[in-house]
């Protein structure tokens, strides 16, 4: 039997087309917080990375029963900067804990994370189309 995990998402793949050329596949979602941790620009990049924060919470979408072939594929993508570790996120609809694993930013590459805030909406008017260029080729993962 296939092991598949919850994957939380709070950047670049919470947008659905990004996530099915990335991971490979068409997974089902559901809107979370993650408490704990804060969101930032990566500086000079179109994408954030979360750290470990006391206080603050990130808004983002769980991705149900993702298949070890795509958290292959996601590993691959998300690089050497972050770190997939297991995280427990509550569900906005009902506020229900589910288990999830996150791609959380190393401390040693924290220098590169700036001070602004990272946010869906303005990826999604201003910066999407110039990640989707940066980064295409997803399928050669």
Known sequence: MEIRVNL?????????????EVSGTLLESVSVTLSGYQRFQVQGEQYPGIISEAG??????????VPADAV???????G???NRIP??????SDGETVSAMAYVFKDEYAHRLSTSAWDF????????Q???????????I
Request: a negative charge; hydrophobic letters at 40%.
């Open 130 to 140: 110039l990640f989707e260029d940066q980064y295409g080729g997803f399928n050669d």
């Open 56 to 65: 603050q919470k990130v808004t983002g979408i769980l991705y149900l029963n």
């Open 72 to 78: 292959k594929r996601l590993d691959l993508f998300e």
């Open 87 to 92: 995280v427990s996120v509550a569900r906005d």
């Open 121 to 128: 909406e303005n990826f999604l008017q201003n910066g999407k």
């Open 80 to 82: 050497e900067m972050y």
């Open 8 to 20: 939380f998402t709070y950047g670049t793949l919470m947008a659905p087309d990004i996530m099915r």
